[in-house]
C-alpha cells in the first residue's frame, strides 16, 4: 500500500545496540533492521543528504537497563516479551536524532515519523515529544498506528 501510495519503500537501515553494560541473559538483539519510507513523490528527497542513508546504519545506541524500564519495580518483575520490547527512551531519542543527522531540510519542513508497529511504551511517542519539549529542529510529528485487537493495553 505504501509503494502504490507514492513511497519509496526501499531504503533499508541497520540500527545498532550497544549491549556493552548488558547481561549475558539479556535477549535483545544487537541489530535491528529498519524499513525508511520515504515520499517519491517530494521534488527534492533530503533524506539523501542523510549521514544515516548514506552508511547504511546508525549507532550505536545505548539500551535501558532492566531495573531502568517502564513498569519495573523492586516489587514487579517483567516478563521476557516485556523486557525484549523496550529499548529505552533515550535510545529512541538517538534513533530519531540519528536519522535526521545531515538531512537538509528548508525552514518550516516538517517531518512525520509513522511507527508502524509501536511498542506498548510508545518509546518513539516518547522520544518525539521530548523533542518537542526542547523545541529541537527540524519539528517532528509522530504517528503510531496500533492494531486494536492485539494493543489495546
Known amino acids: 500500500m505504501l509503494y502504490s501510495g507514492g513511497c519509496d519503500v526501499t531504503r533499508v537501515l541497520t540500527l545498532l545496540y ?7 541473559s ?11 519510507v520515504t515520499a517519491t513523490a517530494h521534488p527534492r528527497c533530503a533524506w539523501d ?4 542513508f548514506q552508511q547504511g546504519a ?9 531495573a531502568d524500564m517502564i513498569g519495573h519495580s523492586d ?16 535510545c ?8 535526521l543527522k545531515g538531512v537538509e531540510l528548508q525552514e518550516g519542513d516538517v517531518v512525520v515519523l509513522v511507527d508502524l508497529l509501536p511498542n506498548r511504551y ?3 511517542a516518547q522520544a518525539v515529544a521530548g523533542r518537542a ?6 519539528k517532528v510529528v509522530y504517528i503510531g498506528l496500533l492494531r486494536a485487537a492485539e494493543q489495546s493495553d
Do not use: M
Open 18 to 24: 550497544d549491549k556493552s553494560d548488558s547481561r549475558s
Open 26 to 36: 539479556d535477549g535483545r538483539k544487537a541489530t535491528q533492521q529498519a524499513l525508511a
Open 49 to 52: 543528504s542523510s549521514e544515516a
Open 58 to 66: 546508525i549507532g550505536p545506541f545505548s539500551l535501558v537497563k532492566v
Open 75 to 90: 516489587l514487579v518483575r517483567l516478563g521476557a516479551a516485556a523486557r525484549a520490547e523496550q529499548k529505552g527512551i533515550a
Open 92 to 99: 529512541h531519542t538517538g534513533i530519531v536524532d540519528g536519522y
Open 122 to 124: 510508545a518509546e518513539f
Open 133 to 138: 519539549l526542547k523545541e529541537k529542529k527540524p
